[in-house]
Structures are given as structure tokens and as C-alpha cells.
């Protein structure tokens, strides 16, 4: 069976730190895997408020998520520190995706990608990427 292999190749540009929380534990005491998904999307909101947008306000578009995928590497547990290195590659015109590194000052905990595509919901259809926001976010 493949398995999926992430490959970053722009700097990261923004680092978040998320602690580990109790009810972020699975069965086995350990990081759960539906966990991940939600600290990657506290890291974005994060570093799209470090550049001055949101989610709803992206350079005066919204963004939607459109694809996720995540490779998990090790375990992490409750009280660990997770360090959310963030990178932007791959624009399009309508699109984008971040990379995340999720790591402790020990190990890499996941890499994952999510794919964002840019949104007018006035007009409920997919808008181009505005040029504010490749020249803030842009490749490295």
C-alpha cells in the first residue's frame, strides 16, 4: 500500500506553539490522529493573523480548506509542547497550500499540507488568489 510522503520545499515563514491538552488524548494515552487536524487549524488561524488576515478576510477574500493530508511520524503526549513550523508553496490562481511541520524539541510529530482555495461567498464561487496575498505569503 503507498503511503503518503509530504515534500516541503519553500522556508517556513511562521512558528506556532500549541501545548498538548488532556482531552487531545486518545485510548492509548497518546496525541489522537483527529487531534491533529484541529491544532493545524489553530496553527493557520494563528499565522494568517500574524499577516493580518483571516479566514473570512484573506486580502478581502475568504479561504476554504480543500484538501488535507498528514503524515505522522511519532507519538506525542499530554504537557508536550508542539512547535507548528508553517510554510506557503504551490500558488495557483485560485489556490495555495500550507505546509505544517509539527515537532518537540525531540522529534518531528506529523508533516501535513492542506490545500486552501481562495472564496468570494457574496458571489459563492472560487476567486483568484489576491496579489496582496502572494506577495506577503510567497514562495521562498
Not at 57 to 78: H, L, R, T, W
Not at 88 to 96: G, K, M, N
Not at 113 to 130: A, L, S
Amino acid at each position: 500500500m503507498a503511503r503518503i510522503k509530504l515534500q516541503f520545499t519553500s522556508q517556513y515563514l511562521f512558528t506556532a506553539k500549541i501545548p498538548v491538552r488532556i482531552t487531545d488524548l486518545n485510548y492509548g494515552n497518546h496525541l489522537a490522529n483527529d487531534k491533529v487536524l484541529s491544532i493545524i487549524h489553530e496553527a493557520r488561524m494563528q499565522f494568517f493573523n500574524h499577516f493580518g488576515y483571516t479566514e473570512m478576510n484573506c486580502g478581502g477574500v475568504s479561504v476554504i480548506m480543500a484538501d488535507v493530508a498528514i503524515e505522522y511520524k511519532n507519538q506525542a503526549f499530554y504537557g508536550d509542547e508542539l512547535i507548528i513550523e508553517i510554510g506557503v508553496q504551490d500558488f495557483t490562481r485560485v489556490s495555495f497550500d500550507i505546509f505544517y511541520k509539527i515537532s518537540t524539541t525531540e522529534k518531528i510529530i506529523a508533516l501535513a499540507k492542506t490545500g486552501i482555495v481562495t472564496f468570494d461567498y457574496r458571489q459563492n464561487k472560487v476567486v483568484e488568489v489576491p496579489l496582496e496575498v502572494k506577495e506577503k505569503l510567497k514562495e521562498v
